[in-house]
């Protein structure tokens, strides 16, 4: 082991300014961030919102013990989905009534995927991001075997070409504007402009992004949308997923799953499937209420917060950690893969090293909770709401000293623990 | 207002004798049930646990709030779909390894009526009762559209028949054991022989039967099965559901929707699906873990409890309940559409009366939590973990007091607002 040099005090400086200067520095109590603790996961599981425990106590104790079955009215357990999609649009840029939440992403995905094939009916053909989180993948294969269609797996960068080529036969692009690997940030604007420009329709999947910067989905034109509610959203482990329809699509939009919650009369209990006007007819069965309503409660982290503002500070946390990087790192054997254009970069930075797993792990021994992607990424997911910058300056000193170190395990896992 | 009658003394000299020999009575202690309440709507909201407040907040607080993400391995959160499937297995008579948890029973029926459908794919008829629950109705009117399949609306006691003239051609029949109306039991030994006979999967809905009577889905043979875990379970508003999958089946098994959690390698993120070895390739995305968690917790209302004890205890209650109306109640109007037979009933008792709406409102208004069907027919579910004997004659003299007032709504609503 060898002597890790000082932290350059302009460093810190220049952090502890920053965070002196952060017009959204009180957010941070609004969370239950654990003493000792540089959380720096947000983007897989966000920490632990003050407003969730009171909340939830309510909802089990005097709502679920003692009002019981009557709670489906009183206390707006129905209207759930309905209003916690609302919610959740208000921060994507959608107006109500265009959003539900109640099925995990993958089931909304599913949703979406299919309803969006079936709204072009006569297109054989599915784009999809090879880089694309593997469910957004797998599901994209698993509608087009089902529909008899094709997927193509192209990168934003390539669109254009294929559309130039083929645009006439693509039904959806299944894009997300963020990389969940790199953090880079793909023009939401222009991909969707391309798609409708071919006809075609666009289906963001906004996983990476809801929450952590300003969306504007009814402004865009987007025609769908799928998002998690655990990361930016910070709506606890398997938070609901949320899908967002254009109201112009509710119309037509036939969904895979008619469950009964999405019945025009749902308590009629009618022999045949007759879909609630709107958003509603997206429900599918009965949702797990007591994940959805921690959700709701989570949300509230950003009553009266302004995502510019929310967008300004990440990116000044993401670049101040970028010229931490800079100078304390890249001489350690690091590179960086997220872009340093702002323009760019989504609301985390990844890093690679060889020894990717092991230097997590020893982080995390360290208080400094990041995650990796196999096999030589390192993540860091920075949340405005909470994040400061000298957690990430105690993060890149953290990670400088481990590699001055030799108790860290550099062999890779087998298989990788963590979501 | 007219003086209603007395009580007559043998109804409750029956039920004090009845609830004092009752094995299971300090059951009733591991429910949270708000006093001066008679709750029969167990079958629709199963009550708070006693075991689930402090597990919830431990999830919550501990293990959300302070260990973040390291939960999904050091508090086990990633093997909680499959735990808590097999601790429903051990419910329904499935051996280890054959049942998963997470999300909706209407998804995991989407999933069982169309992987059931792959597996007999040269037989184009699914059968399904016209008087099954809708989202029964209206999944296997999806799976059929897609797969261009035939639904057959045929009711257990008609399906000999249709398979005499059509059993070559039934790829599955999918039946509840309870008719969620009138509590109905049906066979389901000799409905599962017969589907097998000719040739044909037996698929159950076991929403209405998981935890209130012993089931032995191994030993008759089952193919596939699904139930909600908020009825008898009392996992919580919405909890979520089981799908179960005999072992035999796993190997060709194709779910309808390959989510990332399902994959044999979900965290190596690769470019194709490859399904998980066993029941985990049923999983599907992030399963909502605060629900999964509270309902593990619910669970263990039932550790050491026998559900052979469960089932003579529920069909004392329901007896007993059937015996009070036709004291008190079938004068007044009332008619029974529960089965007498203790065979061929489950674990309710429906009553058949015009004004059921306003009924259901005014015995509400008394404390007595039961439901109603459109149009006529209330229902009181019976749960013999904490239900007791007094609990049903309270509940029937209520309901005979309130036929002598003029104080309750007759009016049917326009939607029942119960689920």
């Not at 654990?34 to 005097?62: E, F």
């Not at 916690?84 to 994507?92: C, F, H, M, R, W």
């Not at 784009?127 to 089902?146: E, K």
């Not at 709701?296 to 993401?318: H, I, M, N, P």
Request: charged share 20%; glycine share 10%.
């Amino acid at each position: 082991m060898t002597t890790a040099p000082p932290a350059p005090a302009a460093l810190r400086e220049r952090a502890a300014r920053l965070d002196a200067d952060d017009p959204l520095a009180s957010l941070r109590e609004r969370f239950l961030l654990p003493p000792g603790v540089v959380y720096l996961d947000g983007n897989s599981l966000g920490p632990l919102p003050a407003a969730v425990p009171p909340a939830l106590s309510d909802v089990v104790t005097r709502q679920w013990g003692t009002d019981l079955i009557g709670s489906w009215n009183t206390n707006g357990w129905w209207q759930a989905p309905l209003r916690v999609g609302d919610a959740i649009g208000g921060l994507i840029g959608a107006a109500p009534g265009q959003t539900v939440a109640g099925d995990s992403t993958s089931v909304q995905l599913f949703t979406a995927l299919d309803a969006a094939a079936a709204l072009r009916p006569d297109r054989p053909l599915l784009v999809t991001d090879p880089g694309h989180f593997p469910t957004d993948r797998y599901l994209a294969d698993a509608v087009a075997r089902r529909r008899d269609l094709e997927v193509r797996r192209v990168p934003p960068a390539a669109l254009a070409d294929l559309l130039a080529a083929e645009g006439h036969r693509v039904a959806v692009v299944s894009y997300s504007p963020v990389d969940f690997r790199t953090g880079e940030l793909y023009d939401m604007r222009a991909l969707t402009r391309a798609a409708h420009a071919a006809g075609a329709l666009a289906l963001w999947d906004l996983c990476h992004a809801a929450g952590a910067l300003p969306l504007d989905v009814d402004t865009l034109g987007v025609d769908l949308a799928v998002g998690c509610g655990y990361k930016f959203l910070s709506g606890g482990p398997g938070a609901p997923a949320f899908l967002y329809v254009a109201r112009r699509h509710h119309a037509e939009l036939e969904t895979p799953l008619p469950g009964w919650t999405g019945h025009a009369d749902p308590f009629g209990m009618g022999g045949d499937y007759t879909p609630a006007p709107g958003i509603a007819r997206a429900r599918i069965g009965t949702p797990p209420v007591l994940s959805l309503l921690a959700l709701e409660a989570a949300l509230t982290a950003f009553d009266g917060v302004d995502l510019a503002q929310v967008r300004a500070k990440s990116l000044s946390l993401t670049g101040f950690f970028l010229r931490c990087a800079q100078e304390l790192l890249i001489p350690e054997g690091f590179s960086t893969v997220t872009p340093t254009d702002p323009d760019r970069r989504g609301s985390q930075v990844t890093l690679r090293h060889p020894h990717a797993h092991g230097l997590t792990v020893a982080l995390a021994r360290r208080g400094v909770i990041a995650d990796m992607r196999a096999p030589d990424l390192v993540r860091f997911g920075v949340n405005a709401l909470y994040t400061t910058h000298q957690d990430l300056l105690e993060a890149a000193l953290s990670l400088r000293d481990i590699t001055h170190e030799a108790a860290y395990d550099p062999t890779p896992p087998a298989v990788g623990p963590v979501t």
